[in-house]
């Protein structure tokens, strides 16, 4: 009988412990649950600002900055190549000196509003300038984000850099009042087959030496060939159209010329495929005219979108750094 008595004592122990830890577990559930709602309505007590805040005791404000943008960059797509391109390369200008910069400065105060002075671009150079296709593209695309710009050009058909070095041609140029001035030559130089480094060089200083005499503070961009073909006649009114061998001789010739009297260039013959596929991508998308020199309108359109996205990309960096 005691051994009975003892036996149920046991299982009742037992049952009130299993009851406690049961009781004790529910507790801690609770607890936790209580725990995370109390966090729960913590973090949504106050609501979310609509803007970010930032203490500007703490740190250097720059009001331009947002979201680790500047609200005054400009938004823009890539240009969408023909498929048949090849060996593209990236479409930037190059001005290691920041010669750009007061250009860039201009356009950043238009912008912002701070000024209402128009800002003028002036593009100078042979027939791919004269046929005003390229330079209304450029000029329509720069209207559209900046509004007071102007887009002037001044190309002449058959023109070498040198035909610019009339006096009464640089006063016109200079009576544009241009804040940026882009030089646009090289097609012509590169067919003639007596074609010298040397005094392509030497023209090239003349004719800059000529504008900056005039125009002191006023930065200048070069610009190069996007390429072309030299015909041969064949007989009986039949030519062949071979690569210009000369292009690429007189491409870094400009580049090397703008390197060394603190020039900005866009070099469109390397970023159109340079020596090996510039002049085969241009024909083989069907953008180049029957004389494998000048160009199509959806051609010159192209250079002109180019030529833009170049300029806004620099001009992003810029107001970005």
């Not at 961009?221 to 030519?239: A, D, I």
């Amino acid at each position: 009988m005691v051994r009975n008595n003892m036996t149920e004592d046991v299982l009742m122990n037992r049952n009130h412990s299993a009851k406690y830890l049961n009781r004790m577990a529910l507790r801690c559930k609770m607890l936790c649950l209580l725990a995370v709602m109390g966090l729960c309505h913590l973090r949504a007590q106050d609501a979310l600002p609509l803007q970010a805040v930032v203490d500007c005791e703490a740190v250097s404000c720059d009001t331009l900055f947002a979201y680790g943008h500047r609200t005054d960059t400009i938004d823009w797509l890539p240009v969408v190549w023909p498929s048949s391109f090849r060996m593209q390369q990236v479409n930037v200008l190059t001005d290691s000196l920041g010669i750009l910069h007061p250009f860039w400065e201009k356009l950043r105060l238009m912008r912002a509003g701070d000024v209402s002075d128009t800002v003028r671009v002036v593009h100078v150079g042979d027939s791919h300038i004269r046929g005003h296709m390229l330079t209304d593209t450029v000029a329509s695309l720069l209207r559209k984000v900046f509004t007071n710009m102007t887009y002037r050009d001044f190309g002449i058909n058959g023109a070498f850099c040198i035909s610019f070095t009339r006096k009464e041609r640089v006063e016109a140029i200079a009576a544009l009042k241009p804040d940026l001035l882009i030089l646009s030559f090289g097609t012509n130089e590169s067919h003639n087959y007596r074609y010298n480094t040397e005094v392509h060089y030497r023209q090239m200083d003349e004719l800059v030496r000529m504008l900056r005499e005039r125009l002191p503070d006023v930065p200048m961009m070069l610009t190069t060939p996007p390429g072309s073909y030299e015909s041969k006649r064949r007989g009986r009114g039949r030519r062949t159209y071979t690569i210009n061998p000369r292009t690429s001789a007189v491409v870094k010739n400009i580049i090397r010329f703008a390197d060394a009297n603190g020039l900005a260039v866009w070099d469109l013959y390397d970023i159109a495929g340079g020596v090996k596929r510039a002049c085969l991508n241009w024909q083989e998308a069907g953008l180049m005219r029957p004389d494998h020199v000048h160009f199509m309108p959806a051609g010159y359109a192209l250079q002109g979108e180019l030529l833009y996205e170049a300029i806004v990309k620099t001009y992003n960096a810029y107001v970005e750094h």
